[in-house]
């Protein structure tokens, strides 16, 4: 993968991205009590800055932020941030009352072309010209990032049948899942089944669309990614940011 060069030429070039970033960061506590999760850093910088770097790497500079917790110090910390704030379009769209990970798109306005949508608190150095080349190609409405996660259960895991008669006996067995990275490419006919000013979480979207016939593909990756709304990757990502800084700082 390369990670360097400039992607002004790609696939993903001059999309509109819109970053969920309205979250509480429940699982963060008590960090982001009084701190909105979006700023929360790595390194020197806030996780949703190391972000948009990411995307302007690949000329994606038009920016919404959905932002709900906290809402008026993210937009002050950009307002002060004019160095940033001049190679990007950043629009705010501010929840009055939660509306789900999928049910905010219908407060963005202009969604009218092929568009990404990802989470606020990812480090990630995904190959987004990838991703929208692989969309595009599919003939999907929705696509999914999609990496693979191994979940240890920390217990011995005990197999019987409805005779209670012991079969099996599994210590600390580990399973694989592939998992949604929170980082999606979406065509505009999607938000037709979006109801405006709806509560409506992303996997409801999903099983929506499934139902109705949409084409949903997912697009599995090994890239680094790292989900910092939970406390183990986050440790993890402020040693990784600080290893590999030059794929995420903005040249």
């Known amino acids: 993968m390369t990670t360097g060069q400039d992607k002004t030429g790609s696939a993903a070039a001059g999309l509109r991205a819109v970053v969920l970033a309205g979250g ?15 700023l929360v850093p790595l390194g020197d910088r806030p996780v949703l800055e190391v972000l ?19 809402a008026e110090l993210v937009k002050a910390y950009f307002t ?8 990007i379009t950043l629009r705010y769209v501010h929840e009055e009352k939660p509306t789900g990970t999928a049910g905010s798109l219908s407060l963005v306005e202009g969604l009218d072309d092929t568009f990404l949508v990802m989470n606020g608190d990812l480090l990630t150095n995904l190959d987004f010209d990838a991703l929208v080349r692989f969309h595009r190609e599919q003939g999907a409405a929705l696509t999914i990032a999609a990496h693979t996660r191994r979940v240890k259960i920390d ?5 019987f049948g409805d005779d209670l008669r012991i079969s099996g006996y599994v210590e600390k ?8 990275m929170g980082i999606y490419v979406y065509e505009p006919r999607v938000l037709a089944h979006i109801p405006p000013g709806q509560y409506l979480d992303f996997p409801q979207l999903v099983l929506k669309l499934v139902a109705q016939g949409e084409k949903v593909s997912a697009y599995p990756t090994d890239c680094l990614w790292l989900d910092i709304g939970r406390p183990d990757d986050y ?9 590999k800084r030059d794929e995420f700082d903005l040249v």
């Open 80 to 87: 002060h941030r004019r160095e940033l704030a001049d190679r």
């Open 173 to 180: 067995p580990e399973k694989s899942y592939h998992v949604s």
């Open 52 to 70: 948009i770097d990411r995307l302007l790497r690949y000329g994606i500079s038009d920016i919404t932020l959905t932002l709900g917790h906290l």
């Open 155 to 159: 217990l011995g895991v005990l197999e």
């Open 24 to 38: 509480r960061g429940t699982r963060l506590k008590p960090f982001t009590v009084n701190f909105p999760k979006p």
């Open 235 to 243: 440790a993890k990502a402020q040693e990784l940011f600080a290893e």
